[in-house]
């Protein structure tokens, strides 16, 4: 595998506004700029966590008015467990 020539690579003759630019320093600040500008529209996003909490109650349950208010019988005296 033979290394490219630096001197004169691509169409043009090595002239134009990129000759002599190094293309992985190139690739390196490119990188650089654009994590740089992610940082930057990434810094204003809100995060898991930051908005206050939230105050919320659980509405209260009533019980159906089918259930007849009376007490039941309590059970006779025989019928209790372990009553021989």
């Given at each position: 595998?033979?290394?490219?020539?630096?001197?004169?690579?691509?169409?043009?003759?090595?002239?134009?506004?990129?000759?002599?630019?190094?293309?992985?320093?190139?690739?390196?600040?490119?990188?650089?700029?654009?994590?740089?500008?992610?940082?930057?529209?990434?810094?204003?996003?809100?995060?898991?966590?930051?908005?206050?909490?939230?105050?919320?109650?659980?509405?209260?349950v009533?019980?159906?008015?089918?259930?007849?208010?009376?007490?039941?019988?309590?059970?006779?005296?025989d019928?209790?467990?372990?009553?021989?």
């Open positions: 595998m033979a290394l490219p020539d630096r001197d004169d690579t691509g169409p043009g003759g090595g002239k134009g506004p990129l000759a002599g630019v190094d293309r992985r320093l190139l690739a390196a600040a490119l990188a650089l700029a654009l994590l740089t500008l992610l940082a930057v529209l990434d810094q204003h996003r809100p995060t898991p966590g930051s908005a206050p909490p939230v105050d919320w109650r659980l509405p209260a009533e019980l159906p008015r089918t259930v007849p208010m009376a007490k039941a019988p309590s059970p006779r005296r019928e209790l467990l372990g009553a021989d």
